[in-house]
């Protein structure tokens, strides 16, 4: 099937309807201003920073050709209503994790993460030098879309949880908030899966409407104040390893734009990437010190419950290998990853536990 026809038969169309409300998109003068709309609370900790340093980035470079304006989750459209507005053209450009939109297609979960998935590291080798941008171009070309990585949590952390797992059966019923292929997963473990806005998941977690949730790190977790509510905080994860957020332009909107404009929106994203890395890298440490102290129980999961997320995981990759772009993006994506790992694991994976054992 033609990629742009796929479009046409797509759920995209029925949820794109919601969007007709809004104003279209305002060019005077040879000026034009973009707005972008984002899946993030304004002023959430990290993911909303990160799209913040993309839109100051584009407008510094543009020298007033343009001009992004940047709307938070709800103040036009959902966090999850992103995708659709900017497909249809209601709105120019959206920031978000595209593991959101799976519903749209599933290819989109390995542009953030998928379970046993890549590093940070590992996911720009793939992306920049093994072949992952022009399969984020394929994807984008389906939806109207021209997209582009654009932030990084790193390794996102297990979660927060009411009670201590102790075997997989600890899932079976438990409400849990994870998104992407991860919530998949779990859903096999007999979890109640819950996909939450991160603007709503402290409310979520407060009130008991879920039992647990994973959101990012120490430090945007710490900010989140999930520490208020339980104590119980398992630090790795198998579900993001390094996840990736994007910045996608309306594809008529990025085509109209002259080459140096659409130059600029490709940098200002790949830096956005690089920042947003090292910010949510750089206050992780500082961040989980400051919940232990103040009680938190820092966890692993057991093997078991290892075992059962890599079963779990590898019986929702298989199920949607019958989609020809999802299989071309899987076999690539883990092509790529073992090629990266091989080499990691023996030089740099060897020197850090070398030197955490030298220096005690």
Same mark, same amino acid.
């Given at each position: 099937?033609?990629?742009?026809?796929?479009?046409?038969?797509?759920?995209?169309?029925?949820?794109?309807?919601?969007?007709?409300?809004? #104003?279209?998109?305002?060019? %005077?003068?040879?000026?034009?201003?973009?707005?972008? !709309?984002?899946?993030?609370?304004?002023?959430?900790?990290?993911?909303?920073?990160? %799209?913040?340093?993309? %839109?100051?980035?584009?407008?510094?470079? #543009?020298?007033?050709?343009?001009?992004?304006?940047?709307?938070?989750? @709800?103040?036009?459209?959902?966090?999850?209503?992103?995708?659709?507005?900017?497909?249809?053209?209601?709105?120019?450009?959206?920031?978000?994790?595209?593991?959101?939109?799976?519903?749209?297609?599933?290819?989109?979960?390995?542009?953030?993460?998928?379970?046993?998935?890549?590093?940070?590291?590992?996911?720009?080798?793939?992306?920049?030098?093994?072949?992952?941008?022009?399969?984020?171009?394929?994807?984008?070309?389906?939806?109207?879309?021209?997209?582009?990585?654009?932030?990084?949590? @790193?390794?996102?952390?297990?979660?927060?949880?009411?009670?201590?797992?102790?075997?997989?059966?600890?899932?079976?019923?438990?409400?849990?908030?994870? $998104?992407?292929?991860?919530?998949?997963?779990?859903?096999?473990?007999?979890?109640?899966?819950?996909?939450?806005?991160?603007?709503? !998941?402290?409310?979520?977690?407060?009130?008991?409407?879920?039992? @647990?949730?994973?959101?990012?790190? $120490?430090? #945007?977790?710490?900010?989140?104040?999930?520490?208020?509510?339980?104590?119980?905080?398992?630090?790795?994860?198998?579900?993001?390893?390094?996840?990736?957020?994007?910045?996608?332009?309306?594809?008529?909107?990025?085509?109209?734009?002259? $080459?140096?404009?659409?130059?600029?929106?490709?940098?200002?994203? @790949?830096?956005?990437?690089?920042?947003?890395?090292?910010?949510?890298?750089?206050?992780?440490?500082?961040?989980?010190?400051?919940?232990?102290?103040?009680?938190?129980?820092?966890?692993?999961?057991?093997?078991?419950?290892?075992?059962?997320?890599?079963?779990?995981?590898?019986?929702?990759?298989?199920?949607?290998?019958?989609?020809?772009?999802?299989?071309?993006?899987?076999?690539?994506?883990? #092509?790529?990853?073992?090629?990266?790992?091989?080499?990691?694991?023996?030089?740099?994976?060897?020197?850090?536990?070398?030197?955490?054992?030298?220096?005690?």
């Amino acid at each position: 099937m033609d990629r742009r026809s796929f479009l046409k038969t797509s759920a995209l169309g029925g949820a794109a309807a919601t969007t007709t409300a809004l #104003a279209a998109p305002a060019y %005077a003068q040879g000026k034009r201003t973009l707005t972008m !709309v984002t899946s993030w609370g304004r002023g959430l900790a990290g993911v909303f920073d990160s %799209a913040q340093r993309a %839109a100051d980035s584009i407008n510094a470079m #543009a020298d007033g050709s343009l001009t992004v304006e940047i709307k938070a989750a @709800g103040e036009l459209v959902g966090a999850f209503e992103v995708f659709d507005a900017v497909s249809s053209g209601q709105a120019d450009m959206y920031h978000a994790a595209d593991y959101y939109f799976v519903g749209q297609h599933p290819g989109y979960a390995f542009f953030t993460s998928v379970p046993f998935g890549m590093t940070a590291q590992e996911l720009l080798n793939w992306y920049h030098h093994g072949g992952g941008m022009q399969m984020h171009d394929q994807l984008g070309e389906i939806f109207n879309l021209k997209s582009f990585i654009a932030g990084n949590t @790193g390794a996102q952390a297990g979660g927060w949880f009411s009670k201590e797992i102790n075997g997989p059966e600890d899932f079976n019923g438990l409400k849990f908030r994870m $998104p992407g292929l991860g919530g998949k997963a779990l859903g096999k473990l007999g979890a109640s899966v819950q996909n939450i806005p991160g603007s709503e !998941v402290y409310q979520a977690l407060s009130s008991g409407a879920i039992d @647990g949730t994973e959101w990012i790190g $120490p430090w #945007a977790d710490e900010k989140a104040g999930f520490q208020e509510i339980t104590k119980t905080y398992y630090t790795a994860g198998f579900h993001e390893p390094g996840a990736a957020l994007s910045l996608a332009t309306n594809r008529e909107v990025f085509e109209s734009l002259t $080459p140096a404009q659409q130059k600029i929106i490709e940098m200002a994203a @790949g830096e956005a990437h690089q920042w947003s890395l090292a910010q949510f890298l750089n206050n992780n440490g500082a961040a989980l010190q400051r919940l232990q102290a103040g009680g938190v129980k820092v966890m692993e999961f057991p093997d078991s419950v290892w075992d059962a997320f890599g079963k779990a995981s590898g019986e929702v990759m298989a199920e949607n290998m019958g989609d020809d772009l999802f299989k071309e993006i899987h076999d690539s994506y883990m #092509a790529s990853m073992s090629a990266s790992s091989n080499w990691l694991n023996l030089s740099s994976g060897v020197y850090t536990a070398q030197r955490d054992r030298v220096r005690g």
